[in-house]
C-alpha cells in the first residue's frame, strides 16, 4: 500500500501536469502517456494488493461493515487494473495501428461506462475501506481521514480549480494510503491502537 499511495501522488505530481488536458489518439502514443499508464497500473496493483493486507488486519473488529468495504474495493481494484493494463498493451496499440479506430472507441458508451463503474468502484471501495479503518481505531485515524477527505477533494477541487485541483486531491489521497501502508508494515496498530490485539483474537 505504500508503494501505491507514493506511485498516486508521483504520477500526479511529477507526470499529470506534463499531460495534455484531453486523452486523444496523439497523446495515446506519446512515451509520457505509456509511461504514466504503466504507472498507473502498478499503483492500482499494489493498491489492490494493499486493501487484502488491510481487511486481514482489521478482520477481528470490522464485522460485516468490512467485508461490504473490502468486496467493493476488491472489485474496483480489480477492475482498475483491467482499465490500466487496456489503456497499455490494448487501446494504446489500436491508436498506433488504426487511430480512426480507436477515435471511434473513444466515444463508445459501452466502453466509457466500462471506465466509468472501474473508477466508481474503486472510488467508493476506499471510501468505505478508509471509514471502516476509522472505525476499528486499529490503524492511524489521521491517515484514514485523509484517505477519506483525499477521495472527496479529488473531485471537488477538480470541478473547482481543474487538473490543479484534481492532482492536490491525488497527493492527499496518496499521503493517506502512505500513512495506511505504513503503520501495516510496521505494526504500529498491535501496539498504538486503542484495543489489545491478542484479546481480540483470543478465544473465549
Not at 21 to 44: E, H, P, W, Y
Request: aromatic share 12%; with cysteine.
Amino acid at each position: 500500500m505504500i508503494l501505491g499511495g507514493a506511485l498516486t501522488v508521483a504520477i500526479n505530481s511529477f507526470i499529470t501536469p506534463f499531460m495534455p488536458l484531453n486523452q486523444t489518439v496523439d497523446v495515446m502514443v506519446t512515451k509520457i502517456f505509456l509511461v504514466r499508464q504503466c504507472l498507473s497500473g502498478f499503483a492500482a496493483f499494489f493498491l489492490l494488493a494493499g486493501a487484502i493486507g488491510l481487511h486481514l488486519a482489521q478482520q477481528p473488529r470490522s464485522g460485516w461493515f468490512g467485508s461490504i468495504a473490502f468486496v467493493v474495493a476488491f472489485i474496483g481494484g480489480g477492475l482498475l487494473v483491467s482499465v490500466e493494463f487496456a489503456d497499455v498493451f490494448v487501446l494504446r496499440a489500436v491508436a498506433q495501428i488504426a487511430p480512426q479506430t480507436s477515435q471511434a472507441l473513444d466515444k463508445s458508451s459501452l466502453l466509457n461506462t466500462g471506465f466509468a463503474l472501474a473508477i466508481s468502484f474503486f472510488a467508493v471501495g476506499w471510501l468505505l475501506l478508509s471509514i471502516n479503518a476509522w472505525k476499528t481505531r486499529m490503524l492511524p485515524r489521521w491517515a484514514s481521514i485523509t484517505t477519506l477527505v483525499g477521495l472527496f477533494l479529488i473531485s471537488i477541487l477538480q470541478a473547482a480549480f481543474g487538473i490543479v485541483g484534481a492532482i492536490i486531491g491525488n497527493a492527499i489521497f496518496g499521503v493517506g494510503l502512505i500513512g495506511l501502508g505504513w503503520a501495516l508494515v510496521s505494526g504500529s496498530y498491535f501496539t498504538k491502537s486503542a484495543y489489545d490485539f491478542g484479546a481480540l483474537t483470543k478465544k473465549p
